[in-house]
């Protein structure tokens, strides 16, 4: 053992003494609760620094066996001991490892590899804690938070190029993901899709929006397109029980007909969130329907708005999904039509988009198609009224293809693009959208692939895979020193 492995030892056994003192000693008896929980922590961090570094140190002291090779089996010769910082979540521990090298070839340190060290100086596990605060809060906040925990501070910069170079395998991670157990699956496949905007920096490209949301200004976005794919248990309701969910009567109100229980859950939820258009969405979307294909999945159901791009690109699935236009969107056009008609504050409003519904759901779209032209042939309407009536029909017929919600009701289908449409909204939007924020195209990506497998609940497994594939392309093979599951998974990668 070194002399600075002793004096390093020496002052780990005082402080630690130090700390007993501190809650048994006269003094205790005057401190009160958060006192000394705060000093125990701020001290076990400097113990856990002292540690980590005697670990080191220690670690680094037995000069490896010669000789030692490069990957084409050139002989590398000893030089000296070469010095490293390690900036951990105990902050930065230095220290000085054996380096080999020969002419002409990139030296290396053969105790990087047994540690399995990062490419950067920032530690594996320091990178973990505050990406995973950055996909839900800003790098500001989110370094505030470290700083104000672990009092160590790290530059924003720093930050984003880790979060774009650990987003690197979340592609292969999802290739190589496990599918629930059939006997968990549900049924029915289904896969969603919509699309949203992030704002961009001015010196990005962006793409025209196919449309604004309600309220949303004009601004330069880059459209995410935004998929999701879970299965689900069938889940019959008759096209009143729709109605009465959606539209209940003010007597109705808190009333169901179902408890929330009875309701299937999705199974094996993913989504993801890409800005490089809908064939790279769209290319993902497929492996992973692929991936979740048997013989347990009886029905197979795509859902989205009425956008025509993403109905062609669903259409084109494989297994031959059927599209089903979200009835969410089909009720707006519905109440478009009875403003146009009646007006926001007409007391029968309601119940006129209440019983058109009920012929919608019950299979009858055609039957407010012709009730809706027939009402455009009044002429004390206003020119206004009859492009919004028209507006709805047209909606009506080029979707009717997707609008057998009888069926689709009977067989147990969801009709409703909420789960996209909640990855829209929390993926995207509450992310991406905060106050000022504007991003590049790769910033951008990143942080969403990132937040996508914090959302799916992926991150732990997501950061194993990661540093698992992050240690073959540094050092190669899988080490001896690696913990046994992660060599299995490397081994199998190979």
């Given at each position: 053992?070194?002399?600075?492995?002793?004096?390093?030892?020496?002052?780990?056994?005082?402080?630690?003494?130090?700390?007993?003192?501190?809650?048994?000693?006269?003094?205790?008896?005057?401190?009160?609760?958060?006192?000394?929980?705060?000093?125990?922590?701020?001290?076990?961090?400097?113990?856990?620094?002292?540690?980590?570094?005697?670990?080191?140190?220690?670690?680094?002291?037995?000069?490896?066996?010669?000789?030692?090779?490069?990957?084409?089996?050139?002989?590398?010769?000893?030089v000296d001991k070469r010095p490293t910082t390690y900036f951990s979540v105990f902050g930065k521990i230095r220290f000085r490892?054996?380096?080999?090298?020969?002419?002409?070839?990139?030296?290396?340190?053969?105790?990087?590899?047994?540690?399995?060290?990062?490419?950067?100086?920032?530690?594996?596990?320091?990178?973990?804690?505050?990406?995973?605060?950055?996909?839900?809060?800003?790098?500001?906040?989110?370094?505030?938070?470290?700083?104000?925990?672990?009092?160590?501070?790290?530059?924003?910069?720093?930050?984003?190029?880790?979060?774009?170079?650990?987003?690197?395998?979340?592609?292969?991670?999802?290739?190589?993901?496990?599918?629930?157990?059939?006997?968990?699956?549900?049924?029915?496949?289904?896969?969603?899709?919509?699309?949203?905007?992030?704002?961009?920096?001015?010196?990005?490209?962006?793409?025209?929006?196919?449309?604004?949301?309600?309220?949303?200004?004009?601004?330069?976005?880059?459209?995410?397109?935004?998929?999701?794919?879970?299965?689900?248990?069938?889940?019959?309701?008759?096209?009143?029980?729709?109605?009465?969910?959606?539209?209940?009567?003010?007597?109705?109100?808190?009333?169901?007909?179902?408890?929330?229980?009875?309701?299937?859950?999705?199974?094996?939820?993913?989504?993801?969130?890409?800005?490089?258009?809908?064939?790279?969405?769209?290319?993902?979307?497929?492996?992973?329907?692929?991936?979740?294909?048997?013989?347990?999945?009886?029905?197979?159901?795509?859902?989205?708005?009425?956008?025509?791009?993403?109905?062609?690109?669903?259409?084109?699935?494989?297994?031959?999904?059927?599209?089903?236009?979200?009835?969410?969107?089909?009720?707006?056009?519905?109440?478009?039509?009875?403003?146009?008609?009646?007006?926001?504050?007409?007391?029968?409003?309601?119940?006129?988009?209440?019983?058109?519904?009920?012929?919608?759901?019950s299979g009858q779209t055609m039957t407010v198609i012709q009730e809706l032209e027939n009402a455009m042939t009044d002429t004390?309407?206003?020119?206004?009224?009859?492009?919004?009536?028209?507006?709805?029909?047209?909606?009506?017929?080029?979707?009717?293809?997707?609008?057998?919600?009888?069926?689709?009701?009977?067989?147990?289908?969801?009709?409703?693009?909420?789960?996209?449409?909640?990855?829209?909204?929390?993926?995207?939007?509450?992310?991406?959208?905060?106050?000022?924020?504007?991003?590049?195209?790769?910033?951008?990506?990143?942080?969403?692939?990132?937040?996508?497998?914090?959302?799916?609940?992926?991150?732990?497994?997501?950061?194993?895979?990661?540093?698992?594939?992050?240690?073959?392309?540094?050092?190669?093979?899988?080490?001896?020193?690696?913990?046994?599951?992660?060599?299995?998974?490397?081994?199998?990668?190979?």
């Amino acid at each position: 053992m070194s002399s600075n492995s002793e004096l390093i030892i020496h002052q780990l056994r005082h402080d630690f003494q130090e700390l007993i003192e501190y809650v048994t000693g006269e003094g205790a008896r005057s401190r009160i609760a958060y006192e000394v929980e705060s000093t125990l922590f701020r001290r076990l961090l400097a113990l856990g620094a002292l540690l980590l570094r005697l670990f080191f140190i220690e670690r680094a002291s037995v000069r490896p066996s010669e000789p030692v090779y490069t990957s084409d089996e050139t002989e590398l010769k000893y030089v000296d001991k070469r010095p490293t910082t390690y900036f951990s979540v105990f902050g930065k521990i230095r220290f000085r490892r054996h380096y080999f090298h020969a002419p002409g070839h990139k030296g290396v340190c053969p105790l990087d590899a047994e540690l399995s060290l990062p490419p950067r100086c920032y530690s594996d596990l320091l990178r973990d804690w505050v990406e995973h605060s950055a996909t839900n809060e800003s790098y500001t906040e989110s370094l505030r938070g470290l700083n104000r925990i672990l009092g160590i501070s790290v530059s924003k910069q720093a930050l984003e190029t880790g979060i774009q170079e650990d987003a690197v395998d979340v592609e292969a991670f999802y290739e190589q993901k496990e599918t629930p157990s059939t006997e968990h699956e549900g049924s029915i496949l289904v896969v969603q899709a919509d699309g949203k905007g992030v704002p961009m920096k001015r010196d990005e490209p962006a793409v025209k929006a196919a449309r604004r949301g309600k309220g949303q200004k004009r601004a330069k976005k880059k459209e995410a397109v935004v998929t999701a794919i879970y299965t689900i248990a069938p889940y019959e309701r008759t096209p009143q029980n729709v109605v009465d969910a959606l539209l209940p009567k003010q007597e109705e109100t808190g009333k169901t007909s179902k408890s929330p229980s009875q309701r299937p859950a999705p199974v094996g939820k993913e989504v993801r969130a890409t800005l490089e258009g809908k064939d790279a969405a769209f290319a993902c979307l497929t492996r992973r329907v692929t991936q979740r294909e048997g013989t347990h999945i009886q029905h197979r159901v795509a859902l989205t708005d009425g956008a025509e791009p993403l109905q062609n690109r669903m259409i084109e699935l494989p297994s031959q999904f059927t599209l089903v236009l979200d009835i969410i969107h089909a009720i707006e056009y519905l109440w478009n039509a009875a403003n146009a008609l009646l007006g926001e504050t007409h007391p029968q409003r309601t119940d006129w988009v209440r019983e058109r519904l009920l012929h919608i759901l019950s299979g009858q779209t055609m039957t407010v198609i012709q009730e809706l032209e027939n009402a455009m042939t009044d002429t004390s309407l206003s020119l206004a009224q009859c492009e919004t009536l028209q507006t709805t029909v047209g909606y009506y017929r080029r979707n009717s293809p997707y609008m057998h919600y009888d069926q689709y009701l009977h067989n147990g289908w969801p009709i409703g693009t909420g789960v996209v449409e909640g990855a829209c909204g929390h993926l995207v939007k509450d992310r991406m959208e905060q106050s000022g924020m504007r991003w590049t195209k790769q910033g951008a990506q990143s942080l969403l692939d990132l937040r996508a497998v914090r959302i799916n609940d992926d991150w732990n497994a997501y950061q194993r895979f990661h540093r698992q594939q992050q240690h073959q392309r540094l050092y190669g093979p899988c080490s001896v020193t690696l913990p046994a599951p992660e060599c299995r998974v490397l081994a199998q990668a190979a």
